[in-house]
């Protein structure tokens, strides 16, 4: 069932395939929408090679677990500890304290092989923000890992079974993970993509090619080009036509798992398209996958970091091929010396690479445990995150359906002041506070859970990658605000606050009786007329927050890099409306229409002149990133525009705080 596996170049032909598309999606060629998939096609590879390995050793009764991770070691770690310690003193240099506190996080999960976990709490692949992350890419090695670390107990426990009941197996528990992430990119999107159980089934299509075929291809010269041109198709299809707003993996990974499944079966045949991957650039750039794959994410994210402008074309083209360069280097003096026993004993392995990563794993763990190291550069490390701190309003943990007693302030027995909805709410808090300290508010916030009664968003692609479980969440929370007007009859005052693009944005928004709405300004805007309605019929002051001007321009990142590089005009990080996002405007402009009927507060007069609007006064930073509120800049605005008349109506007790 498993014949000795022969060099095959053309799968190092097929790693090219995978790597260049990943490379080139991440550099922001729109052309390679698709390029993520490259790391599907890894996934199938590695298991087709491991399995044939390992199953074969099985079989002649010469397998040892100890020798099989000897020999992922050789493989994966010289090259990787490289890169983290290349790594090392330009996240030290370039990354503010709280950048820098999380590359430390993450490299100690490189060092466990947790990066999926890791960067599964802390990011969206997708997102905008993860570009700068140098070290997001090692998630797929820890999938593999992992995969690895289970793997090969499971063939061990079946070893004396037929080999048809391996496959058998191995298929059953392969479908059982498509089934799980299927499921899971509708409910769950952000955990599917970077968890063991919903890839799983990726490596496994390529270990029921080990078990179906070995080393062997399909036989019949026509039937072999049909499958090979056949996985070609499926693999371009894939790199071109899909895009970072689909769901994914899922049923949309099939094409490009199936495509490389298909071409290691067939690639045998003499067709054009095997000897493209017989071409010796594609086996060179393939024989480099490993290397280049480690070494591209973190030049363009320190890139990116460093530069004043957006990178273009032939930067990217620059880093590429310093990519190759470096990735032509390390095979040659690091991954090759590693991988040859005879070069590199066991011992030397081990004693070259344990003190290493323990010193990596040491080195980002003072670094997550000093907050990212404020001190350098005369304190001004430090100093430039806290001019940048979010303004979460009353406690950080005030979002979500918990209520802790830290989400309320002030008086008990005075009128409650209710603030309600998302991030763009939880900043408002901060400046309500700032112009009346002795308010009695309450805080309720959600994080991308627009304020509206009976109506949900329903997102699970794009950017914002939020599935059914947050949908459900999101529903219970304003539920439960809705409870909370009702039964308080203290609360005499309403601030809502939100983004309010979810109105446009969303996939489609869910009512209370569970059926789909359509997303857009002109059918949500009434719904959220009702929602004001209902709580004015109430007796209840509300005033409806517009959300802080902004654009494409992450602003607190503009700051940050002034500051910190002491290399650009404060004018290159003004917000220009003229550049703002089409869902942002045409939400805006439907918000301010509601003033004819509604207490519609706009920050635009008090920060903008024209289309041009001010992100700092002196030492005072407004924005923390493209459009949240820092802060000391909530505050300030908050006493500039006092907030709390704003909010109530009512003069102050005393003239509010300067």
Request: include cysteine; charged fraction near 20%; charge should be neutral.
């Amino acid at each position: 069932m498993v014949a000795k596996l022969k060099y095959r170049p053309e799968l190092d032909g097929l790693r090219s395939v995978a790597v260049i598309p990943v490379i080139l999606y991440h550099a922001g060629f729109q052309v390679f929408s698709g390029g993520f998939v490259g790391v599907d096609i890894f996934f199938v590879i590695s298991g087709y090679l491991i399995t044939n390995i390992i199953y074969a050793e099985m079989l002649e009764k010469r397998f040892s677990i100890l020798k099989f991770y000897e020999r992922r070691a050789r493989r994966i770690l010289p090259a990787l500890l490289l890169v983290c310690l290349a790594c090392l003193p330009f996240a030290v240099r370039w990354l503010t304290p709280g950048e820098l506190a999380e590359f430390g996080k993450s490299l100690i999960a490189v060092c466990l092989f947790a990066s999926n976990i890791f960067f599964w709490l802390k990011s969206d692949y997708f997102a905008t923000a993860s570009e700068l992350k140098p070290l997001l890419h090692t998630w797929s090695l820890a999938i593999e890992e992992q995969f690895y670390i289970f793997f090969p107990v499971l063939l061990l426990l079946l070893r004396r079974f037929p080999g048809k009941i391996v496959f058998a197996v191995i298929a059953v528990l392969s479908i059982i993970s498509f089934a799980t992430a299927e499921i899971g990119s509708v409910r769950f999107p952000e955990a599917n993509f970077y968890l063991l159980p919903s890839r799983a089934w990726e490596l496994g299509v390529g270990a029921l090619v080990a078990l179906g075929f070995g080393g062997n291809r399909i036989s019949g010269d026509g039937l072999a080009r049909s499958a090979l041109y056949s996985g070609w198709m499926m693999i371009l299809g894939s790199i071109f036509l899909l895009n970072s707003t689909m769901p994914f993996p899922g049923i949309l990974a099939l094409p490009s798992v199936l495509g490389t499944a298909l071409i290691i079966m067939s690639a045998g045949t003499p067709a054009v398209g095997t000897r493209i991957l017989r071409w010796q650039p594609m086996v060179w750039v393939g024989l480099l996958s490993y290397s280049a794959y480690l070494w591209h994410q973190p030049l363009f994210a320190f890139a990116r970091t460093r530069s004043l402008e957006e990178l273009g074309p032939v930067h990217y083209a620059g880093l590429i091929a310093l990519t190759f360069l470096l990735a032509w280097l390390t095979m040659k003096f690091v991954e090759t010396p590693f991988r040859d026993r005879k070069k590199t004993s066991v011992k030397r392995l081990a004693m070259l690479a344990s003190p290493i990563a323990a010193g990596i794993f040491v080195a980002g763990s003072a670094i997550s445990l000093s907050h990212g190291l404020p001190e350098r550069k005369n304190g001004l490390a430090g100093q430039i995150d806290a001019d940048l701190q979010r303004a979460e309003g009353l406690n950080e943990d005030c979002s979500g359906l918990t209520v802790i007693r830290e989400c309320e302030t002030g008086p008990s027995d005075t009128p409650t002041l209710l603030v309600w909805g998302d991030s763009y709410a939880m900043q408002l808090t901060d400046g309500i506070l700032a112009s009346e300290p002795g308010a009695h508010v309450v805080q309720r916030t959600f994080h991308s859970c627009p304020p509206l009664f009976d109506l949900t968003p329903y997102q699970p692609f794009g950017e914002a990658r939020k599935g059914l479980d947050w949908t459900e969440k999101c529903a219970a929370f304003n539920a439960s605000v809705k409870v909370y007007v009702e039964t308080h009859r203290e609360v005499k005052f309403v601030v809502v606050g939100s983004l309010f693009t979810q109105f446009e944005d969303a996939t489609w928004f869910i009512d209370s009786s569970g059926r789909t709405v359509e997303s857009d300004v002109e059918t949500i805007i009434p719904r959220f007329r009702e929602t004001l309605d209902w709580i004015k019929a109430r007796g209840i002051r509300v005033v409806v927050f517009d959300p802080t001007p902004s654009e494409t321009l992450d602003v607190g990142r503009c700051l940050a890099r002034h500051e910190w590089f002491d290399s650009l005009d404060a004018d290159d990080c003004q917000i220009d409306l003229t550049k703002g996002f089409p869902s942002l405007v045409k939400v805006h402009d439907a918000i301010m229409k509601l003033a004819q009927n509604y207490n519609i507060f706009s920050l635009r007069p008090l920060l903008c002149n024209g289309t041009v609007c001010q992100v700092r006064n002196g030492n005072i930073l407004f924005y923390h990133d493209i459009g949240h509120l820092t802060k000391e800049g909530s505050r300030f605005i908050g006493r500039t525009a006092d907030f709390y008349e704003v909010a109530t109506g009512l003069p102050h007790t005393g003239p509010p705080p300067k």
